[in-house]
């Protein structure tokens, strides 16, 4: 039997030794992976950014439009406080029962 700490030293004796002849070996083939791996990041972050440029302008025109409908309504609703007519009547809802 050999004991764990023998053992263990000669791993870590052929991991020293392994991985510099690894890195040597797969030196030419991991640098065009990585600069591939980093333009994927990067198209992807572009076009996170594209997107969120979108939503945000999209979302810019939907609260220009409900803003735009509040402020018609507004003015609805003070040209009918300055007639005297209850706004429930301009609406539409002439028939409700007001008892």
Do not use: F, W
């Amino acid at each position: 039997m050999t004991k764990p700490v023998v053992r263990n030293t000669a791993i870590g004796v052929g991991v020293a030794i392994a991985v510099p002849v690894a890195v040597a070996v797969l030196a030419p083939y991991l640098r065009p992976a990585a600069r591939s791996l980093v333009k994927a990041g990067l198209m992807v972050a572009e076009r996170g950014r594209e997107v969120t440029a979108e939503l945000g302008e999209a979302m810019d025109d939907l609260v220009a439009e409900v803003r735009e409908e509040l402020r018609d309504e507004r003015a609805a609703n003070a040209t009918v406080a300055g007639t005297g007519e209850p706004a429930a009547e301009t609406a539409g809802n002439r028939d409700v029962d007001a008892s």
